[in-house]
Structure formats: C-alpha cells, structure tokens
C-alpha cells in the first residue's frame, strides 16, 4: 500500500464504472457520512465472499446508522454483478478490471499472476475521505470483524457529528432558533457538505 494511505490522510477520489455501468466519483458516494470501503480481489475469492455476506447480514444497521458500504473490485461488469448478487450486496460495486486502483495504489497481489487482483484491504473513512482506519485483508483474519467496523465507525460518527450528545451546551437553542446547521443532514454548513 502506498505511504500516504494512512490514518488521518485523504483517500484518492477514484472515478470507476459501478455494477449499472455508470461512472461514480467515490466523494458523490460518500456524501458528508461514513463510508466502508472494500477493495476486493472479487467474485472468484471465498475469502471476500465471506467478508461481503458479514456485511450484507448487518447491512440494514449500517444503513440506519447513515454509513455508506462501497466494492471496488477488479472484475468486470458481469462478474460484479455476479458478486454483488451472490453475496446480497445491496450498495454500490465498483468496477476496477483495468486495474486503475490497483496499480495506483500499489497493491498487486503479485502472488496470483492467473487472477492479478489487488491485495484486499477495508478502510473506513469519515467525510472528504479521510483515512481512520486501514486494514490489511491478504489474510482472512486481518480483516475487520464488524466489531471492529462498529468501534471504528462509532469513533468516527463521535467525530463528525456535532450533535451526537443533544444535551451538548447550545445545541436545543440553536434549534429553536431556526438553527439546523448543526443536526444531520447539517443544512447551511460551510459548503453543504456538513459539520467541520
């Protein structure tokens, strides 16, 4: 993985096809909420599989909870949809056959020349996709379970939301005054695109 894709760093905003074949930027995705990014070696792994059908399992809490899931694999169309069908992914697959990401990142998993994945990794990030965790998934266990997902996002909401404690000093006055910009979805925040 490159140097710079760490904790507190900003992820690349990757434009790539998704699983309808339209053109999606990973910030229009993410919009002002967390996001768990897969990048997968995709549908032939049963490890990713796996991984997808935890996720596709919790999938109804993550999006309560306004966190965004989203795949980038290297398999073409097809065999993404055929991923995201077999797993019940019910976000967004990224598609990444030519290998954009991969490079640019710098995790080939040079071990399987037949396949020429990308190492997996999960990160989530919080808004502008900033880096709070990374996660090595070249083998099964380095990946996170959801507990761990439920601690990094919890840590990364506390973050971002000015109004997770609503007894927070000025909170229920500003609301009644006609103030919003501090409760989700944060409208008249600086640049629409919530708390800073």
């Not at 790539?16 to 074949?21: A, E, K, Q």
């Not at 598609?95 to 490079?103: C, F, L, M, P």
């Not at 020429?116 to 919080?126: A, C, K, N, Q, W």
């Amino acid at each position: 993985m490159r140097a710079d894709i760490t904790p507190g760093g900003t992820f690349p905003d990757y434009e790539l096809t998704d699983h309808t074949r339209t053109r999606r930027r990973l910030s229009g995705l993410q919009g002002i909420d967390p996001m768990i990014l897969l990048l997968s070696r995709g549908h032939y792994c049963p490890k990713d599989h796996q991984q997808h059908l935890q996720l596709a399992a919790h999938y109804s809490e993550i999006a309560v909870a306004y966190t965004q899931v989203v795949t980038i694999a290297t398999d073409n169309i097809l065999e993404l949809n055929e991923f995201r069908a077999a797993v019940g992914g019910q976000w967004t697959f990224l598609s990444d056959a030519g290998r954009k990401v991969q490079k640019d990142l710098q995790i080939q998993e040079y071990t399987d020349p037949r396949h020429d994945p990308m190492i997996p990794h999960t990160l989530v990030l919080g808004p502008g996709l900033v880096i709070h965790s990374v996660y090595n998934g070249y083998w099964y266990w380095g990946r996170p379970s959801i507990e761990d997902l439920r601690r990094d996002l919890r840590d990364v909401t506390r973050e971002i939301r000015p109004d997770w404690d609503l007894s927070a000093p000025g909170l229920s006055a500003a609301w009644e005054a006609g103030d919003h910009s501090m409760h989700y979805p944060y409208q008249g925040a600086r640049e629409g695109r919530g708390p800073t």
